[in-house]
């Protein structure tokens, strides 16, 4: 499943054990190989010299893709952690930079991987990870990077990923079945200034929808132009995203297209 992810998504990985964080990245690391995007992988659960041996176990080449500048695996010590906490408001101008070198290096896109446990130990700032993965999908929006946060169900409750979730366009769990595929996918353009949104919005993915609307509406403003929201392909939504679009649009930050009937039922309703 995790070979239907493409360039622009931002999932939140749910695992169970470290057997199952080596399979999925494994797999995810593969097929970045194969596409010729570059991998950087910050750890934390397990040492980076475990990662590595338990990927290349699972056949993934990786002292050749390390050598060739393909793959990098780091401790989260020295990604999401490297001011001693965790900068909320940095880290998205750190992905963002690390895509630029990226694409200037030739590859043909960026694969972030994330093992989300450090937050569990409640470090500084850690407090701020449901708004920062809601602010990063700025960076991966634009659709030349691609993200997997894994986040380990043994070491946190429902009640305290269910933001965090939220902050996603897709998420994986447990419960879903084999023919599991992202349930939103979302691209951002500023010439012209546009957030197309495709699949479904309900409260498992409303936050980041939130987080992208915000973000076309100040950037489309600053530049003097009217933000586009393309919503033809949009099969489901919720009421709380509804009411956001409906109040962007009134106060004329946005425009919106290709509503469909339930949404212009749903706008009628709301007035």
């Known amino acids: 499943m995790v070979e239907t992810l493409r360039p ?21 690391i593969s097929d970045g190989l194969a596409r010729h995007h570059r991998i950087v992988y910050f750890t934390h659960s397990l040492m980076p010299q475990a990662v590595s041996a338990g990927l290349e176990a699972r056949g993934v080449p990786v002292a050749a893709a390390v050598e060739a500048g393909q793959l990098r695996i780091t401790s989260s010590a020295r990604g999401y952690l490297a001011s001693g906490r965790f900068d909320a408001a940095a880290m998205p101008a750190a992905w963002a930079a690390e895509q630029d070198a990226t694409r200037a290096a030739g590859w043909t896109g960026l694969r972030a991987i994330g093992d989300m446990a450090w937050a569990a130990s409640r470090l500084p700032g850690a ?11 700025r960076v991966f929006a634009e659709g030349y990077a691609m993200a997997l946060c894994l986040y380990d169900r043994r070491l946190f409750t429902a009640a305290e990923l269910a933001p965090i979730i939220s902050a996603h366009p897709c998420a994986k769990g447990a419960a879903d079945g084999d023919l599991w595929e992202p349930a939103l996918r979302m691209r951002y353009t500023t010439a012209p ?7 479904e919005i309900d409260a498992a993915n409303r936050d980041a929808v939130a987080a992208m609307l915000a ?12 933000g586009e929201v393309d919503l033809s392909g949009v099969a489901v939504y919720d009421v709380s995203t509804a009411t956001r679009l409906v109040r962007a649009a009134d106060a004329g930050s946005i425009r919106l297209t290709g509503e469909s009937p339930q949404l212009t039922k749903l706008i009628r309703l709301l007035g």
């Open 8 to 28: 622009g998504d931002h999932v939140c990985w749910t695992v169970g054990t470290d057997d199952e964080q080596l399979q999925v990245t494994s797999r995810y």
């Open 215 to 226: 973000t076309l509406a100040e950037e489309s403003t600053a530049a003097g132009r009217t």
């Open 127 to 137: 407090e701020d990870l449901a708004s920062y993965e809601a602010r990063v999908n």
């Open 193 to 199: 200034y546009r957030l197309t949104l495709r699949g």
